[in-house]
């Protein structure tokens, strides 16, 4: 038995470490993981999983050549890798990974078993597209009282911010322009209050005057770190690849339909082409993208050459 002992332990270690390591899926592909397959967790997500995407550049047995890596644990405990060919060493070599790691790295995504429909925020039709609006397409509203600033959203409050600093004349207009400018950002166009309207008589699919944005946050709570309401018509997976949207001389932006899409529009590009010589028009070019089917629809916006423009 004194000999028997040691060979039965060594067994169930190595069973052991055995079963550890197949409990583990290793995913290995060519292409970088496309971000509409790995959308942000909507509302109703009950197990959330925030990605923490890493970047190598292991050495490739040509001498001087490296090979650059990008690897994260998606969902299930799965670990997903993709290693590109040999490259040059320098500047910018493992550019295009180190793109899509700021792209994923912190995004909360769903994992629970089947939920596709769980799997991102709702769309809202009031942020969407105007065009079958039956009333009047309006804009925001923001009032400035007694050191409080309220804005409306289709008659309804539904973001306060109260400051001292408010009560300067200065600071108040300083503050609603760069309230003005977030909106504009953030919304991009006129809002149909139909859908809003009828969202606050039935509740559905979330009652706008609590949550106008329907993406489970409270309204009071929905605040950015800026002081501004973190409302959202779309997401935006990265950030860097979409201009500012000039609304001061551009038309509200045309927007795809809500209807067209069970999730909230992802804005995956926005380009602003400013013409040089001032002989046509600037552009500004979105391409919208559908987060669970991968769907685009690419549409352009245009403001006359006269108008300022900086790219």
């Given at each position: 038995?004194?000999?028997?002992?040691?060979?039965?332990?060594?067994?169930?270690?190595?069973?052991?470490?055995?079963?550890?390591?197949e409990s583990t899926q290793r995913i290995v592909q060519k292409e970088l993981p496309d971000p509409a397959k790995f959308p942000?967790?909507?509302?109703t997500c009950q197990r959330r999983l925030i990605l923490a995407p890493w970047v190598g550049t292991p050495v490739a047995n040509?001498?001087?050549?490296?090979?650059?890596?990008?690897?994260?644990?998606?969902?299930?405990?799965?670990?997903?890798?993709?290693?590109?060919?040999?490259?040059?060493?320098?500047?910018?070599?493992?550019?295009?990974?180190?793109?899509?790691?700021?792209?994923?790295?912190?995004?909360?995504?769903?994992?629970?078993?089947?939920?596709?429909?769980?799997?991102?925020?709702?769309?809202?039709?009031?942020?969407?597209?105007?065009?079958?609006?039956?009333?009047?397409?309006?804009?925001?509203?923001?009032?400035?009282?007694?050191?409080?600033?309220?804005?409306?959203?289709?008659?309804?409050?539904?973001?306060?911010?109260?400051?001292?600093?408010?009560?300067?004349?200065?600071?108040?207009?300083?503050?609603?322009?760069?309230?003005?400018?977030?909106?504009?950002?953030?919304?991009r166009g006129k809002i149909c209050c139909d859908g809003f309207d009828e969202a606050v008589r039935t509740g559905k699919p979330?009652?706008?005057?609590?949550?106008?944005?329907?993406?489970?946050?409270?309204?009071?709570?929905?605040?950015?770190?800026?002081?501004?309401?973190?409302?959202?018509?779309?997401?935006?997976?990265?950030?860097?690849?979409?201009?500012?949207?000039?609304?001061?001389?551009?038309?509200?932006?045309?927007?795809?339909?809500?209807?067209?899409?069970?999730?909230?529009?992802?804005?995956?590009?926005?380009?602003?082409?400013?013409?040089?010589?001032?002989?046509?028009?600037?552009?500004?070019?979105?391409?919208?993208?559908?987060?669970?089917?991968?769907?685009?629809?690419?549409?352009?916006?245009?403001?006359?050459?006269?108008?300022?423009?900086?790219?």
């Open positions: 038995m004194r000999t028997l002992l040691p060979l039965t332990f060594c067994f169930v270690v190595a069973s052991t470490l055995l079963l550890t390591t942000r967790a909507g509302a040509t001498p001087g050549k490296f090979h650059c890596v990008f690897g994260m644990t998606i969902c299930d405990d799965v670990r997903l890798e993709v290693k590109s060919e040999e490259r040059e060493s320098g500047t910018g070599m493992c550019k295009d990974f180190w793109d899509r790691h700021a792209v994923f790295a912190n995004r909360e995504i769903c994992c629970d078993p089947g939920a596709s429909n769980a799997r991102c925020d709702k769309p809202v039709s009031w942020f969407g597209d105007t065009s079958g609006c039956k009333s009047l397409p309006k804009d925001p509203v923001i009032t400035v009282s007694g050191g409080t600033a309220t804005l409306y959203i289709c008659g309804q409050p539904v973001f306060y911010h109260a400051d001292k600093s408010l009560l300067d004349p200065l600071f108040e207009q300083a503050y609603r322009a760069a309230l003005r400018d977030h909106l504009a950002d953030r919304i979330c009652n706008p005057k609590d949550d106008v944005d329907c993406d489970g946050v409270r309204n009071r709570d929905d605040v950015a770190e800026n002081n501004m309401p973190d409302i959202d018509f779309f997401d935006k997976p990265d950030p860097a690849a979409v201009d500012f949207y000039p609304a001061d001389y551009f038309p509200p932006a045309t927007k795809p339909k809500a209807s067209e899409c069970d999730c909230r529009w992802e804005l995956a590009k926005g380009e602003l082409d400013c013409n040089p010589v001032q002989t046509g028009q600037h552009s500004y070019r979105m391409t919208w993208r559908c987060p669970s089917n991968g769907r685009e629809v690419v549409l352009t916006n245009h403001a006359p050459a006269t108008s300022p423009c900086e790219e």
